[in-house]
């Protein structure tokens, strides 16, 4: 873990910065936030229970979690009629035009997703792509100078 870092609360002193700061240490009234930084380390802050910013972090906590739910629930409703759209378009595209494999490979794609309850993982992306984009093997018959 990282070194705790102190909250900011308006009714604790200032620190050499200006910047209004609350010493919250570890404890069993005290509320600890942690997080994963971008690069993959951990930060955690301490915040005693009358903290504005325990107070701002737990409202924007929530409302992002309900952001997600509102937007789960309307792909959710979505979703289906958006895939047989898709289904019907693809198999409008005449097959052995140039559009074939980026057809059959959004198509698979989609069709993943529909089977999934979570993200379709990269490792099933990899496949689809790899079967419908094979590598292209060296030919032995043709030689360089």
């Not at 629930?73 to 289906?80: K, L, M, S, T």
């Not at 979570?118 to 099933?124: A, D, N, P």
Request: with cysteine; aromatic share 6%.
């Amino acid at each position: 873990m990282g070194k705790p870092v102190p909250c900011a609360d308006t009714s604790f002193p200032r620190d050499s910065r200006g910047k209004e700061v609350c010493f919250a240490l570890p404890g069993p009234d005290n509320t600890r936030v942690a997080y994963v930084k971008t690069g993959g380390g951990i930060s955690e802050t301490w915040h005693t229970p009358d903290c504005p910013a325990l107070a701002i972090t737990q409202i924007n906590m929530e409302e992002g979690s309900k952001r997600v739910r509102e937007q789960d629930a309307w792909a959710r409703g979505v979703f289906p009629a958006a895939h047989e759209r898709l289904r019907k378009a693809a198999a409008a595209v005449p097959a052995g035009t140039a559009a074939q494999p980026f057809v059959d490979a959004l198509s698979e794609l989609v069709q993943a997703q529909a089977d999934t309850d979570g993200f379709v993982v990269l490792h099933r992306w990899a496949e689809i792509l790899e079967r419908q984009f094979p590598p292209e093997l060296p030919d032995p018959d043709r030689t360089t100078e």
